[in-house]
């Protein structure tokens, strides 16, 4: 059985940093892209960021591009965001998701994780 499982989240003041990571399991994943997505309340869940398992090619929503980075960790079997220059309106769960598509669709996302909270205070 597939599991991701995603920790990292937090309350952090606008600029700082966080990292999230997403613990894959259950599977061989070297077909995969793995993304973040993110809901805040009462928003559509959105696309944030995605990289092959391999780590060759990674994609960014432009509201995220040149603050966030999508990376794997080969030893601990998992994949990061690192947050940076945050603002509150990234505030939202983020969500660690599994497919072979190769999407931003979430609908194409097969496996989820639970999802972390961040907050972001002003």
């Known amino acids: 059985q597939v599991q991701l499982v995603e920790s990292g989240g937090g309350l952090v003041q606008a600029g700082g940093s966080l990292r999230l990571s997403c613990a894959a399991s259950g599977r061989t994943f070297s077909t995969y892209t793995m993304a973040w997505f993110r809901q805040a309340p009462a928003k559509e869940r959105e696309f944030v960021a995605a990289?092959?398992?391999?780590?060759?090619?990674?994609d960014y929503a432009d509201s995220v591009k040149g603050r966030f980075w999508i990376f794997r960790d080969y030893a601990k079997n998992t994949v990061n965001l690192q947050m940076n220059s945050l603002k509150p309106e990234d505030t939202a769960v983020y969500s660690c998701?599994?497919?072979?598509?190769?999407?931003?669709?979430?609908?194409?996302?097969?496996?989820w994780g639970q999802g972390t909270q961040v907050t972001v205070s002003s």
């Open positions: 998701a599994a497919t072979r598509a190769g999407s931003r669709d979430p609908g194409n996302y097969e496996h």
């Open positions: 990289i092959t398992w391999s780590g060759g090619r990674t």
